[in-house]
């Protein structure tokens, strides 16, 4: 769950042509085009880690999918499947195709998703979404011997608040959330305060727990601090959370008019939990 204005981080292995550039562009490719090679399409992506070719993740991904009971449903808002940098599909590579299952939408009923909603009716659901009514994962009696199922919902704060809210299916199984205090190593978007974690590391953290095995958060860690090393090394800049901006003095946006959002703004240097 990530703040909307990710700034410019997401946009880092974009690359935008400018009009001059597109016209040298089309001038370097002129003679090109009879070669029997493919020159103007898009980035080919690699099956299992759907990065592009040339920044492929797969070296730190595990040679084989994870053997965990629990099984993940990852619940997808479309906005953040066309991000260029995504870590769902991180996630699903390090896990046996049916233990992370990822639903893309902001509506499911009951009709429309039977599985879905049998999922959420099942006991040994949870899901994870922070507030108070969740109770803290670590503290959930994990005894079942049948095996547990975890909803995640993946998109921005404001998207996740929208698809938990708007769908009554979401509110059936337990709330949990994570008392954790890894900090993000999600280091190239804007999270918006220091606890907060990509829903990647949601995952590697809530299925640690879950498996009672350590070793699962750094396997599934392993990727994206790959990505994010070769992202800083290509010249993209750690987006400190806003928390810690505010708390340094290094905001330099306009601080927010609304009354509500400067509120907000207060209790995030004040460190109080919202
Ligand atoms: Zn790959």
Redesign the pocket.
């Known amino acids: 769950m990530e703040e909307e204005a990710a700034g410019s981080g997401e946009n880092l292995a974009s690359h935008t042509i400018s009009e001059s550039e597109a016209a040298t562009e089309e001038d370097s490719c002129q003679g090109l085009w009879e070669l029997p090679v493919e020159c103007s399409v898009r980035r080919r992506e ?6 592009p ?1 040339k920044v ?3 070296p730190f ?1 595990p040679v084989h999918p994870l053997r965990v009971s629990t099984c993940l449903y990852i619940i997808q808002h479309p906005a953040e499947e066309s991000r260029v940098l995504r870590t769902v599909p991180l996630l699903a ?1 390090c896990l046996p195709e049916d233990k992370c299952k990822v639903l893309i939408g902001r509506r499911f009923s009951e009709d429309r998703y039977p599985e879905l909603a049998s999922v959420c009716r099942n006991p040994n659901t949870l899901i994870l979404y922070p507030g108070a009514g969740a109770a803290n994962l670590e503290d959930v009696d994990l005894s079942s011997p049948d095996p547990c199922i975890i909803v995640i919902i993946d998109g921005t704060w404001s998207q996740a608040k929208d698809i938990f809210f708007k769908n009554s299916l979401f509110r059936i199984p337990k709330q949990v959330q994570l008392r954790t205090s890894l900090s993000s190593q999600y280091v190239i978007r804007t999270q918006p305060t220091n606890a907060c974690l990509s829903t990647l590391e949601c995952a590697a953290v809530a299925l640690a727990i879950m498996e009672k095995n350590d070793c699962i958060k750094e396997i599934i860690l392993r990727p994206l601090q790959a990505l994010c090393s070769f992202q800083l090394q290509h010249g993209a800049q750690i987006h400190h959370s806003k928390e810690h901006l505010l708390k340094n003095g290094l905001y330099d946006k306009p601080m927010p008019k609304n009354k509500r959002k400067l509120r907000r703004m207060e209790l995030l240097v004040n460190n109080v939990k919202i």
């Open positions: 690699c099956d299992r880690c759907g990065r070719q492929c993740l797969c991904l590579a």
